[in-house]
């Protein structure tokens, strides 16, 4: 079976130091794999999405980036955190497979509070 | 444009009685219809998707969904609340006639189930 983790689970950062958050995926091969962001424990915005190696699609512009180094892993980083940086980030992945439904899988997630 | 509407900010019900949570969506192709339901501090878990066919969905937990194409509708129903079904639910549409892997999401209904 598929599994994806998240780490940190928690993270305090203070105002312009670097993030880097990680994200990996086992069970499968080629996933879509996705970061959101979760403000006030409500609706998701989608950062980034990535449907292979080297290759990142960016939503929204931004202090962050992201990177897939590796077929099931895929990072979240920033050199300078802002404090509106601070949410709830969570990793998800999906089946790259001809006529699949494109359901998504997340990760636990992860806290992030910028000070 | 693809949008996804949860009319409902917040739904209230007593345990034992049925629940509904309304989803209404609009999409230039056919859609895939997703249930996801997020409990506190927690990733996103999958509850049901409706892709063709029946257009009742039944799914985890004893959640079930009715797809309604006149009426552009994919509400979410339990016969029965318990109390342990307190949670953030989203709902989410993939128009199939776009050609990247993004969903749509909801902005989330919370649901209090009152003991």
């Known amino acids: 079976s598929q599994t994806i983790h998240q780490w940190p689970a928690t993270l305090v950062q203070p105002v312009g130091s670097p993030l880097s958050l990680e994200c990996t995926v086992e069970g499968t091969s080629n996933p879509n794999l996705y970061w959101y962001r979760q403000a006030a424990g409500r609706g998701l915005q989608l950062l980034f999405y990535?449907?292979?190696?080297?290759?990142i699609s960016s939503e929204v512009p931004q202090n962050l980036s992201a990177s897939r180094p590796q077929d099931r892993q895929f990072i979240l980083s920033s050199k300078k955190l802002l404090l509106s940086d601070s949410g709830f980030y969570l990793c998800a992945w999906s089946p790259l497979l001809a006529g699949s439904t494109d359901t998504q899988y997340f990760g636990p997630g992860t806290r992030l509070t910028v000070l | 444009a693809q949008s996804v509407a949860q009319p409902e900010d917040q739904v209230n019900v007593a345990e034992g009685n049925p629940l509904t949570v309304k989803c209404t969506y609009s999409?230039?192709?056919?859609?895939?219809l997703f249930w996801y339901v997020q409990y506190p501090n927690r990733g996103l878990q999958f509850l049901l998707k409706y892709i063709t066919g029946d257009n009742l969905v039944k799914g985890s937990y004893g959640f079930e969904a009715e797809f309604n194409k006149s009426q552009t509708s994919f509400h979410l129903k339990k016969p029965s609340a318990l109390v342990s079904d307190s949670a953030l639910y989203f709902c989410?549409?993939?128009?199939?006639?776009?050609?990247?892997?993004?969903?749509?999401w909801g902005a989330g209904t919370k649901l209090i189930i009152k003991p």
């Open positions: 990535s449907v292979g190696i080297g290759q």
């Open positions: 999409v230039s192709g056919n859609p895939y």
């Open positions: 989410a549409v993939r128009d199939t006639w776009d050609s990247n892997y993004q969903l749509i």
